[in-house]
């Protein structure tokens, strides 16, 4: 049985290192599929969802990348990472703007020490000012 994990989690790395590479080359759709291999065999890997997440949204895909940021927060509720992305799905890509503010509000709570929390703040009152035109 011990071999077997050491099996599952060599499939895992290796999947999720092809992603990583895919990724980072901009070949969005065969990350994803990589990334979903990997969380095959280890599924809580909310970093990897989160990289999941942000090809959905690189390919235009808003509703997956929503539903896969939430996936990563059901296993991190805190996750600073994922409250910041699920934040610019719903406000920029899902035009649900209050929705949006209420995830950056929660990860400004959560982790005040967030980098780039300025900026947030500034797009927070931004889009509570009603400009939205201008992605993150």
Sequence with gaps: KQKSQKLNFKTYFFNKQLGNIKFDTGNFVEAISYYAKALAEIPFDSSMIIDQGICYR????????????????????????????????????????NEGVEHWKKLITIDPYFAGMQHLKERIAEVMQGNVAIDI
Excluded: C, M, P
């Design 58 to 97: 690189k390919i235009g895909d808003f509703v997956s990348a929503q539903k896969t940021f939430q996936s990563a927060l059901r296993i991190n509720q805190k996750h600073a990472e994922a409250l910041f992305n699920l934040g610019i799905v719903v406000i920029y890509d899902l035009k649900k703007q």
